[in-house]
């Protein structure tokens, strides 16, 4: 009789409790009204959720292989990593290569301004070759200030043709060593959308040694070593959206540089002018077609060891650098990039270029054909290792290194 007589108020409990667990609720904010109806979950359902996360992806060598191209600059002061691996060019011979490159944020507050990037190389050889350098694009203040610099030094044995386009062509090699520390450092600000101007300061000096009675007959008369000190002015468009692997924009440049008498050895007041203009299109997806237009020209008594070089890493890859030189030089290329497979991609170009004493001298029958194809591998995010191999005249030659060649 008792339970009777307190069953009613049980269920009346038990009814509250449940429209309470599940009432409707009234949310007022200004003029608009939310009625929402809110159900606790089970206790247990967060551990039965858990349970059904999927496990995280293991971090080991495929993985960083083939997933590890993931932007943690937002999350590291600096974003470092290594590569080393054998490699050959006409210039080292057979040598070890050791590459390192890093990708910061000076404010990782602004996720507009791309990365500013850093790369060190080391390099050694059985010829007795060796080379270390460091070069960098620090961006900040929103990408409206630019420091850009390169800095290198190193023993080469190479060899020496002499100047001109029929020296290189016909005469003899002389070997030699060159002796070299490098300088180059800029500021730029941007005065107008993606218009930078600034200057520079620069530093050479250069020692060869060993040079053969054929080699100093090739120098006529100049000195074998020769340290130059210059102060450059830079008018810059840039528009890129990554600097070491542009997809679209474009970027030109025209800085020039006054190496003054009493600033070297020299004996004379130099100047040297430098002109780039490249254009990058995305065609579709994972392609890019990039065009490059180089020029170089220096005034009248540039010691040999800082004229206008053909060949190299960069422009013109293939040609042994240092057979083509001279006091000016012109050279274009276009180069079709394509990612193939995750991480792995491919590039083919052609180009050509030439080297000249001056513009009255300049013969198009002396202009010099390029082209090759090379391998891509994205050592971080939007940051290439590359294998190429060159192919010129009556040459061809190999080339390991980090970025894109512009």
Known sequence: MVFRRFLPAVVCCFLLLSARAQQDTLCV????????????????????????????????????IFHGNVDRTFEKKIDFSFIGAPNYSKEASVGIGVLASGLYRVDRTDSLTPPSDVSFFGNFSLSGFYMFGVSGNTLFNHNRSRVIYEVSFGSKPLEFWGIGY??????????????????????????????????????????????DDRGIDYLAGQKLHYTLSGIGMTLQYDSRDFIPAPERGTFLMVKQVIYPKRLGNSGKTLYKTTATADYYQRLWRGAVLATDIFGEFNSSGMPWCML????????????YLGRYIDNNILSCQIEYRQRIWRRIGCAVWGGAGNVFSSFERFRWDQTLPNYGLGLRWEFKRRVNVRIDYGFGRKTSGLVFNINEAF
């Open 29 to 64: 904010r200004g003029g608009d009204t939310l009625r929402y109806r809110y159900t606790p979950l089970p206790a247990t359902a967060p551990a039965a959720e858990t349970q059904q996360q999927q496990p995280k992806r293991k971090d080991n060598f495929w993985s960083r």
């Open 166 to 211: 029929e020296a290189g062509r016909f005469n003899q090699s002389a070997d030699y060593i060159r002796k070299q520390v490098k300088f180059d450092a800029g500021y730029l600000y941007e005065v107008w959308r993606h218009l930078y101007v600034g200057g520079s300061v620069l530093f050479s000096h250069t020692k060869g040694t060993d040079f």
């Open 308 to 319: 206008a070089e053909l060949g190299g890493g960069y422009r013109m890859r293939g040609y």
